[in-house]
């Protein structure tokens, strides 16, 4: 009676280490098909927004070149040269423009943010600390009586 009690207590730990096992492997795919996801999701909306960055290049372009043309053909006119001194800052924030929609920024972009992360993490810290769940429980709790 006792090897029967033995053998089934040994069958019994080898297939709870092999459902620990396929637990674990589970949850190792669910959280790479997370990751990927939230990769895919962040690679459409950095698209999204420099689709946008292009659009507003587009739109600022046309009004660029509508009031560089006015302002130089009313300094052809008056010889004043305050008509044309707006042509300074529009031509800054044109170059911006075009800099985010076509050049690289986007790359200096995460650049500069990858040089946050590595040489300046005290400034990623959310104020009143990072949530727990008694934080979520408590404003939920409060919310559900409001």
Request: glycine share 8%.
């Amino acid at each position: 009676m006792g090897m029967i009690m033995s053998g089934m207590k040994e069958t019994m730990e080898e297939n709870l280490k092999k459902q620990q096992e396929f637990m674990l492997h589970n949850q190792r795919v669910m959280m790479e098909r997370q990751i990927q996801m939230q990769l895919l999701m962040r690679e459409r909306m950095i698209a999204q927004q420099l689709a946008r960055s292009r659009d507003m290049c587009y739109w600022f372009g046309g009004f660029y070149v509508t009031a560089a043309t006015g302002m130089l053909a009313g300094f052809a006119r008056s010889r004043r040269p305050g008509i044309i001194l707006p042509i300074v800052p529009l031509s800054f924030i044109m170059a911006y423009q075009l800099d985010l929609a076509f050049g690289n920024k986007m790359e200096r972009i995460v650049a500069e943010a990858d040089e946050i992360l590595k040489n300046e993490p005290g400034l990623l810290k959310l104020p009143g600390g990072t949530l727990t769940f008694d934080n979520v429980e408590a404003a939920r709790k409060k919310s559900a009586r409001s």
